[in-house]
């Protein structure tokens, strides 16, 4: 797909603010439909009132599964058709691995992985029939690479990441293209006092991580990545005819992981030998699909 014969229609999660906002005002803007998917419909009144006819918004809870069938539903009885889903709903959670409590793991699991991966099979069936579908998973540096005291932020991330690179391959015959975003900081409010989740400070970890707690606070507003040129960049590429699997955004993160993958790969250097050294020394190489 190059150039698209039809408007597209969107689902979009977490569409009140941030990148789900931009890139629904960027889609809005070019003359496409949009399905936001939000907690709060009413949050997107001023968007509804300047696009009647193109915006719909369903009330959807992005960390329940159940919700999913309905968003889904909502699009293809308004629309007729699903052509992006954006999976970009999140949260931060800050803490140490001891100090975040089982119920916070998990509601970042499902927030950041489960429910996408649910979207994102609903959809499927839709964007298979058509022979074409783009889908979006909003992922971040930390889903490359995790930093201290938000290894519950990257869990759901890098789970996003490994199950999405999979799925590529696999729905590509079909027409659907996949690409991960992976932004660093932009000001989407993302940190803002009321998104931000920060565990309960346990002593032992209270200097360890007093750095990231202080720098996850203060950062709202003052981040420096801008949601609409990244909202731009995301619209153009879903009508271009090259998508990425994986785009980061933002310069933090193109030094950032690209450090990243640096580091890994001499770390695999070191040890290739040693590594290798424990295969059975008569064995066959396996022969693989990929």
Partial sequence: MTTTEHQLTWIITGATRGFGRSIAEDALRRGDSVLAAVRSPDALADLASSYPRRLATVAFDARDVGGVPAVVAAATERFGRIDVLVNN????????????????????????????????????PVMRSQRNGTIIQMSSQ???????????????????????????????????????????????????????????????????????????RVSDGAQEGDPDKAAAVIGDLVRSGELPLRLPLGGEAVRRIGAAYRSNLASLDEYAELAAGTDYADAVASVRPI
């Fill in 89 to 124: 709903a999140g949260r931060g959670y800050v803490g140490a691995a001891e100090e975040i409590p089982d119920a916070e793991l998990r509601e970042s699991l499902e927030l950041h992985f489960l429910v996408p991966a649910a979207l994102t099979r609903a959809v499927l």
């Fill in 142 to 216: 930390g889903g490359r690479m995790a930093f201290p005291g938000v290894g519950a932020y990257c869990a759901g991330k890098f789970a996003l990441e490994g199950w999405t690179e999979a799925l590529a391959g696999e729905v590509a015959p079909f027409g659907v293209r996949v690409m991960l975003v992976e932004p660093s900081r932009f000001r989407t409010g993302f940190n803002a006092p009321d998104v931000l989740t920060v565990a309960e400070i346990d002593e032992a970890y209270r200097d360890i991580l007093a750095a990231v707690r202080s720098d996850m």
